[in-house]
């Protein structure tokens, strides 16, 4: 939302039509209507242009709202951009090279304010996404972002990273997410049975197909369709997911109905597909045709400082399965932090439930974690015990030995 205040009427009403004309939200205000509309769309982060005004202070006013950046109307108030939020001057005749360019620095004035004087917005909930590494928030703000449209998306990553935990954030932030959310893994399913997998099939299409059966696409009619694994689909497939992607519907295999797509598609893959084009196993089209919102999905040695807050996580997941949990030493955090994670959270997933299993209820330090993940030398605690225990182990052993041989 961009106010706009200036008493200057033609200037105001040309400004206006200027910025309505490039797309901008625009509210035309009096200085009695300024402090409330400030306050009233604050949260959806507003920009104000001053000009001429009669009663308030132009720098007072600025200087009252620092988290707002400020734009100034006229030469005359030139000396107002030495005030840290008055991001630019706009002069007559409009520019409209210059006007989106200070849009932009206003927009980038909010979007770097510190932490504490950030407007508040609804709180999103992530499911799963753990973590508050730069890397992490970063995902998380293209997942705000691109949940708003219907774009395809395309998520890289290595094997382990959570691929489909974005996808599944993606459709819970979605217009979509009151309908169904459809995993598939192209590498899991035969190629011969894919098509039938993805598209359905009538009765008698094929041997075996004793009734017609629904496709993951009917199945994920008003929800999203997340194809795992993109990589490992045939190449006769991917040319008959790009026609289903351009046209927006397809038939079970075996028939000859039309059925309209109305899915939104999310793919994943741990393969470089550019390389996979060049050697001519990956169709070039079909990967612009997914790749319109790419998502690179950190492996957990970029992110090992949320590692904590993982190990909270998964330990919550394994409790709610068996019951029992573990805890780990600061120091055998340390060291996994330093471990390279090749299976990523994935790997260590598995060793959490390894250690509930090894050490169920109890502490686990470095020299409990298995060799791979020791990389703090440390000596394991030795207990020494009072003589009269020794001595009674020792009679109760030989008491107890069978000597009836």
């Not at 741990?270 to 690179?296: A, C, K, Q, T, W």
Request: glycine letters at 6%.
């Amino acid at each position: 939302m961009v106010l706009i205040l200036d008493n200057n009427n033609n200037r105001s009403f040309g400004l206006c039509a200027a910025l309505n004309f490039i797309g901008e939200t625009t509210l035309q205000i009096n200085e009695t209507q300024l402090i409330d509309e400030c306050v009233k769309n604050q949260a959806q982060e507003c920009i104000v242009i001053l000009g001429a005004l009669q009663q308030l202070d132009h720098e007072e006013v600025i200087k009252q709202n620092p988290t707002i950046p400020f734009l100034l109307i006229g030469e005359t108030l030139k000396p107002l951009l030495a005030v840290a939020n008055v991001v630019g001057l706009i002069c007559e005749p409009f520019n409209h090279e210059v006007t989106t360019q200070l849009l932009h620095d206003c927009q980038q004035y909010q979007r770097m304010l510190p932490h504490e004087h950030k407007h508040t917005k609804p709180h999103k909930v992530f499911d799963g996404l753990v973590g508050e590494t730069e890397a992490v928030k970063g995902v998380r703000f293209l997942i705000e972002q691109v949940s708003k449209t219907d774009a395809n998306v395309l998520i890289l990553g290595e094997s382990g990273t959570g691929k489909e935990v974005v996808a599944r954030n993606v459709h819970l932030l979605s217009k979509r997410n009151k309908g169904p959310f459809v995993p598939v893994n192209c590498g899991a399913i035969p190629a011969e049975l894919l098509e039938s997998e993805l598209f359905g099939h009538e009765k008698g299409a094929f041997t075996g197909a004793i009734s017609a059966r629904k496709g993951r696409f009917e199945l994920a009619q008003e929800g999203t369709l997340f194809l795992d694994e993109i990589g490992d689909m045939p190449l006769q497939m991917q040319v008959k997911l790009l026609r289903v992607l351009q046209e927006r519907i397809y038939e079970r295999v075996g028939g000859n109905k039309a059925i309209q797509a109305n899915v939104r598609v999310i793919a994943a893959t741990h393969r470089n597909l550019e390389h996979m084009i060049e050697e001519g196993s990956f169709r070039e089209d079909l990967y612009y045709r997914l790749n319109v919102f790419p998502i690179e999905n950190p492996s957990l040695s970029a992110r090992a400082d949320d590692i904590p807050l993982l190990l909270k996580e998964l330990m919550r997941r394994v409790n709610e399965q068996s019951g029992t949990v573990a805890k780990f030493t600061e120091r055998a955090v340390e060291s996994l932090k330093a471990h390279t994670w090749p299976g990523n959270i994935r790997e260590l997933a598995n060793l959490v439930e390894r250690m509930v299993i090894m050490f169920p209820d109890k502490v686990v330090d470095v020299p409990d974690l298995p060799d791979k993940y020791r990389y703090i030398e440390v000596d394991a605690y030795e207990p020494q015990y009072p003589e009269e225990l020794l001595e009674r182990d020792a009679f109760n052993d030989i008491f107890s030995t069978d000597f009836s041989d």
